[in-house]
């Protein structure tokens, strides 16, 4: 296996993101058009935060009414993205290794780093399924 590859060679760089503005409808059309978990949310080119689609799931009762849009509806009203996202997230540079990555992930409940360079500017995001490929490729 490579030593000290850098995220910045397995991280996705054409992100999708939110702001603050957007609501919860955009982000769960996001998730589901482009079959994603988890999307930065920006301030201009800063990360202020990641909503993933478990957040959406833990807000949501649309998985247990058989499809009844109306619950999603209410639920997706009383709550806005900074609500609802993880704030000030970790986050890790373009040069970090991908081992440090999978160090700092296995500590941690989320499965996603926000990859940021001169000092909160996003150029990219690291998941889990990023990981998982990398390593499928090195077999």
């Not at 955009?26 to 999307?39: G, Q, V």
């Not at 900074?82 to 999978?102: F, G, H, R, S």
């Amino acid at each position: 296996m490579k030593q000290r590859v850098p995220v910045s060679q397995i991280m996705t760089k054409n992100l999708e993101t939110l702001t603050t503005n957007q609501s919860l409808y955009e982000a769960e059309s996001l998730f589901k058009k482009h079959n994603i978990r988890h999307i930065p949310v920006v301030d201009g080119k800063s990360i202020v935060g990641v909503l993933s689609y478990s957040d959406l799931l833990k807000i949501s009762y649309a998985d247990v009414t058989d499809g009844e849009d109306a619950v999603e509806t209410i639920v997706y009203d009383m709550f806005t993205i900074p609500q609802v996202m993880a704030k000030v997230p970790l986050t890790v540079t373009a040069d970090t290794t991908v081992k440090e990555v999978i160090e700092i992930l296995a500590k941690q409940t989320f499965h996603s780093l926000p990859v940021v360079e001169n000092g909160n500017e996003l150029v990219g995001i690291v998941t889990t399924t990023d990981l998982l490929n990398y390593f499928l490729e090195q077999y």
